[in-house]
């Protein structure tokens, strides 16, 4: 090819213009070669994302066969966890979890939907809204070891006087209760900020419909505006849920790390998040480690499905 | 007949009105005294002594965090640069590939990864570096926060990609450029914004993360700038010292508190005004 | 001598400091179809909305000015009094999709809290549906949701939703101009027949529409109501220019 376009040397322009073609041509072909060298690379960037989530999930899942295999499902179901003594049962987390996530859930979600609705109907720009959009980015962006300490340098405190006023046994002020409380206030944001996207989804035509049948602003929003979103909020919630049931250092510092299984809900207790952070380093034995494993892995499962699904429902309605 | 209960109705819907204004401000009030506890805690804690010393034994006064800060810095910065590269081509993947399996693995893996909670990621750190390796180092630590950091960067380089004009591209490989320079010079030079703001953004979520680093780096007591050993980090010092029974190291952790809460904020403040800058540049 | 039914006086409308409503004087006689017509921009859908007080809802909206149904002052009642009375059909055919199509006819029943016994709710949704000429279309599928009708149709579900209110005059905005011309047809028939119980006020774009169907057209031009006459007058014998020039196609 290259003898092909070898002109004579002549004294001319046209010498010129044949060698920097045939250097142009030269650099086409390596700069082909590079746009593909280049194509791959972002491939392997995609593929390694993937190849790390499957990685994640068999560490966990290799990691926690020897406890799968010794302890089977007495695991789930067993309320004593003593591994000084080799025995492993994990109810007293499970239920500290969903103690948890569920009741912080259920202090937050009148607040998360009166945020979504006041900055999603009733004041959408302005200067109200600008300050509680703030608020609440605020309130996402505060550091859950700084939750912590504050719950358990104030919260706690206030919670105790109360147990003792309720004459609780033994008021510790550190529980399931102050745990709660704490996770409620971090998990605001979530459903809030989805919330108030759905809201403003609502298509204006469909709001004047009824105002023009005579509906006050408030039978508006119930009969138009929230049906409408009634996926979208769930979705939220939902989102919220897994944030809840992930969450490890504020609920550690205040849900007083007691492995025995919560009598009431001012007891201390653990979340199965909460007893790895706090017995990892001290497993020194194999089924012990692998046991705090198959929490993890039970934690991943559970918190990576509850994600799906409520992504999943949220572009099936921003599809739509 | 109709028209009778209408005095209600509109009472109703003022009092809905009432009602939803006082719950959304509430969420401000644990807001507030959070803000204000920390800030008159830690305070009177900060002085120059406390950001150039390193705590001291548990009796004598005084100490610092100055270890906390420099592994804080130190850790993220490596993680920043582990996650950074990868996230951004990874988005840029994704973005020029909208369709295609691995896209849809890909886009689902960052879903998954957004989601897993980030002790099970310490986890995973732990029996990837810490135990093949013999030992806790704040490279390990890093590794877990890049791992946290890539979802947010991924999402959004894409999304930014995803909404720069298609006009833009095809005018670039009309003037001949080959793709990669399509990529480095004419599409990521546009969208830097928006990237910076979902590097910022990610910065911003790991450097009050305290989780992943409890058995990756696990802290350490001295200042040290040696990667492959344990480092201390703020959010691991406060979390050590706030639950010890000292009252000396509870100081510490309140002045700690102070500083990261200002860091964070900070960051969080940033990454809006850049965000807020490409919004109007579109 | 007909009698008026709304009446304005010195009528202004603005959103914020654009002036688009000016100094409206106008007397709509009852049981009559009144166009309102004029090219894009010129005031004519604000000062629909301002008859049922609609326009107040987007912020920065002002009006003053004397609005009177039936000598009474619409805005000196509460907006829901008044949207019972005036009820509005859009241009945009919007039936509520979570609700099936009986639902839809009496949603303005169940939105404003009123309960009525099951024996009035049917009543009312074949009343209203037959009044549209929908009735024998859907009569079989009222339990079905809205959205599978046609565009026709579901305007005239919108319609027939309005009309189970019961009011006093039905506003039309621009009501056929998503229409395809059968459906537009049909509508149109309607608007005579909904003439006997009801006073019709339609804002179009469509002139010829406007001369089909209306027995006064008002000609409404930056703002202004340029000419308010019966409507083989504005068409045939136009007393003003503007009019003139609009009717002929000179601008629109």
């Known amino acids: 090819m290259e003898t092909s376009l070898q002109a004579p040397v002549i004294p001319s322009p046209a010498v010129k213009d044949t060698v920097s073609i045939r250097k142009r041509i030269r650099r086409s072909f390596r700069q082909i070669r590079m746009e593909s060298v280049f194509k791959q690379t972002l491939a392997i960037a995609g593929l390694l994302l993937v190849i790390l989530v499957l990685g994640i999930l068999l560490t966990l899942i290799t990691q926690s066969i020897p406890s799968i295999r010794l302890l089977g499902l007495k695991f789930i179901w067993g309320s004593t966890w003593n591994p000084v003594k080799d025995v492993y049962g994990a109810f007293p987390f499970l239920l500290g979890t969903l103690l948890t996530s569920f009741l912080a859930l259920v202090i937050c979600i009148p607040f998360s939907v009166a945020i979504a609705i006041f900055l999603g109907e009733y004041y959408p720009t302005g200067w109200f809204a600008d300050v509680l959009k703030n608020a609440v980015e605020l309130i996402a962006a505060v550091p859950s070891v700084i939750y912590g300490f504050w719950g358990l340098a104030v919260l706690v405190p206030m919670v105790r006087a109360l147990e003792a006023r309720f004459g609780v046994d033994q008021p510790l002020g550190v529980g399931i209760f102050s745990a709660s409380l704490i996770l409620s206030v971090m998990i605001i944001p979530y459903a809030a900020s989805l919330g108030r996207q759905m809201i403003r989804m609502v298509p204006e035509h469909l709001k004047e419909a009824a105002y023009g049948l005579g509906a006050t602003r408030w039978e508006v929003i119930r009969h138009v505006v929230l049906p409408g979103t009634k996926s979208g909020l769930f979705a939220g919630i939902l989102l919220s849920l897994g944030r809840a049931l992930g969450e490890t250092m504020a609920v550690t510092m205040v849900i007083g790390n007691s492995s025995i299984l919560p009598k009431n809900l001012f007891a201390p207790g653990n979340t199965m998040a909460s007893v790895i952070a706090n017995e990892f380093t001290e497993a020194d034995k194999t089924v012990y480690l692998s046991a705090l494993i198959e929490l993890g892995l039970a934690l991943f499962l559970v918190t990576v499905i509850i994600n799906i699904i409520g992504k999943k429902i949220i572009d099936r309605f921003t599809n739509e | 007949m109709r028209t009778d209960n209408i005095q209600y109705r509109i009472g109703k819907s003022k009092g809905f009105k009432i009602l939803t204004f006082v719950l959304a401000f509430a969420c401000m009030i644990p807001l507030a005294a959070i803000l204000f506890f920390i800030i008159k805690a830690g305070i009177t804690r900060i002085n120059f002594h406390f950001l150039v010393n390193i705590p001291r034994p548990v009796g004598e006064k005084g100490g610092g965090i100055a270890n906390a800060l420099l592994g804080s810095v130190i850790i993220i910065a ?38 897993i909670p980030s002790i099970v990621i310490g986890i995973i750190a732990y029996f990837w570096l810490v135990k093949p390796l013999g030992g806790f180092s704040a490279f390990s630590g890093s590794v877990a926060l890049a791992i946290m950091m890539l979802p947010v960067i991924v999402r959004s380089t894409e999304e930014t990609l995803k909404m720069l004009p298609p006009s833009l591209k095809e005018a670039a490989f009309a003037l001949g450029m080959p793709f990669h320079r399509v990529i480095f010079k004419v599409i990521i030079p546009v969208g830097i914004s928006g990237i910076l703001s979902g590097v910022m953004l990610s910065i911003a979520r790991i450097t009050g993360e305290t989780a992943p680093l409890l058995f990756t780096a696990f802290g350490n007591p001295y200042l040290s700038a040696d990667v492959t050993a344990p480092m201390q980090s703020l959010p691991l010092l406060i979390f050590n010292y706030a639950t010890s029974p000292y009252n000396d190291w509870h100081d510490l952790a309140w002045g700690a508190s102070l500083i990261l809460l200002i860091w964070v904020l900070f960051l969080n403040v940033f990454t809006k005004l850049i965000s807020a800058r490409w919004k109007v540049q579109l | 001598m007909e ?20 100094n409206v004087n106008i007397d709509i006689p009852r049981n009559n179809v009144i166009a309102v017509m004029g090219p894009s921009g010129c005031g004519k859908t604000t000062y629909l909305r301002c008859i049922n007080r609609m326009h107040e809802l987007i912020p920065d909206a002002t009006c003053n000015g004397t609005m009177s149904i039936n000598d009474e002052d619409i805005y000196k009642m509460h907006p829901i009094f008044v949207r019972l009375k005036i009820g509005m059909v859009f241009q945009r055919p919007n039936p509520f999709p979570n609700l099936s199509i009986y639902d839809n006819v009496i949603a303005g029943y169940k939105l404003n809290g009123i309960k009525l016994a099951k024996a009035e709710k049917d009543r009312i949704v074949e009343h209203s549906l037959t009044k549209v000429a929908l009735w024998n279309e859907v009569k079989d599928s009222l339990l079905k949701k809205g959205t599978f009708l046609s565009g026709g149709q579901q305007q005239r579900l919108c319609i027939a939703r309005a009309v189970a209110m019961e009011p006093e005059v039905l506003l039309f905005d621009e009501p056929t101009s998503a229409l395809d011309p059968i459906s537009t047809a049909t509508v149109e028939e309607l608007f005579h027949e909904l003439k006997a119980n009801y006073t019709l006020i339609i804002v179009t774009h469509n002139m010829q529409q406007a001369a089909r169907v209306s027995d006064r057209t008002a000609f409404f031009y930056m703002g202004e109501l340029v000419e308010y006459d019966l409507t083989k007058n504005v068409f045939t014998n136009p007393k003003d220019n503007r009019t003139q020039n609009y009717i002929t196609g000179r601008f629109s």
């Open chain 2, 78 to 115: 490596l993680a920043s640069f582990i996650a950074i590269p990868i996230g951004i081509l990874a988005g840029v993947y994704l973005s020029e590939n909208k369709k295609g399996r691995l896209a849809y693995w890909c886009r689902l893996s960052v879903d998954i990864l957004q989601g």
């Open chain 3, 3 to 22: 009698s008026t039914i709304i009446k304005s006086r010195k009528f202004n409308a603005s959103f914020g400091a654009n002036h688009v409503v000016k």
